[in-house]
């Protein structure tokens, strides 16, 4: 079946520097995409999500990137902290907006994420 | 916190058996979800129930079941356990049935052994 893959397995980064951390997808009838957040022993957090009528959707000190031509999704992190020391996931779905909405979640395999002091 | 509660948080059980994981959804939430978390098959989705209803079914093993209770909570059994069926098991919850509107819980870490 499709799946949601990332590029990257770790993805080590200095304190303050900007992060990027990179997906990609291949159903190209996902219209809903995710950033999870998971430390260790613990459940994934939300990070961001953006619409597929988006390309761009900003937070707090996350940014999230949609690229549909290349099904491309990628989480930018700014001024990176010890605390954003974690395993991030992509993850996405067809939303009731498409038809869609009672598949779950289809996740990739995650990207752990080191900061360097 | 997620508002969304799993027990046992540990599980070591043997080959053969038979266990039952427990979630409690959020105040309000009528979605439950479980996915289930290991190193090979990373995250995948198993069940969705929706108000006491089975909703949506993903990669679960028929070894595997679930129910909604008239309360809300859910009951994952997991049966003829496997040595590979060691992994996080994680329950989510959302108001409606829209996934993409789900939060996690702490999960069980279920060990066969």
């Known amino acids: 079946g499709e799946s949601v893959g990332l590029h990257l397995p770790t993805l080590s980064v200095q304190e303050g520097d900007n992060s990027i951390i990179n997906c990609a997808y291949s159903?190209?009838?996902?219209?809903?995409f995710i950033w999870y957040k998971q430390e260790s022993g613990k459940g994934p957090q939300f990070i961001i999500d953006?619409?597929?009528?988006?390309d761009k959707r900003q937070g707090q000190r996350v940014t999230v990137l949609l690229n549909k031509t290349v099904k491309h999704l990628s989480l930018q992190i700014a001024a990176t902290q010890p605390g954003d020391s974690a395993v991030y996931f992509c993850?996405?779905?067809?939303?009731?907006?498409?038809?869609?909405?009672?598949?779950?979640?289809?996740f990739g395999k995650g990207t752990h994420l080191i900061i360097q002091p | 916190d997620s508002g969304v509660t799993q027990t046992p948080k540990h599980l070591i059980t043997a080959t053969g058996q038979r266990v039952t994981l427990r979630c409690s959804p959020r105040?309000?939430?009528?979605?439950v979800y479980w996915y289930q978390q290991s190193l090979d098959q990373g995250l995948q989705f198993l069940i969705q129930?929706?108000?006491?209803?089975?909703?949506a079914k993903g990669n679960i093993l028929e070894r595997f079941s679930a129910q909604q209770f008239p309360d809300l909570h859910s009951e994952l059994n997991l049966s003829s356990l496997e040595l590979g069926d060691s992994a996080l098991y994680f329950c989510?919850?959302?108001?409606?049935?829209?996934?993409?509107?789900?939060?996690f819980g702490q999960g069980t870490r279920l060990t066969v052994v």
């Open positions: 953006i619409r597929s009528n988006m």
């Open positions: 989510a919850s959302s108001a409606t049935w829209a996934t993409h509107e789900a939060f």
């Open positions: 105040s309000g939430d009528l979605s």
């Open positions: 159903n190209s009838a996902s219209d809903y």
């Open positions: 993850a996405e779905t067809s939303t009731p907006y498409s038809g869609g909405g009672a598949d779950g979640l289809t």
């Open positions: 129930y929706y108000n006491g209803e089975e909703r």
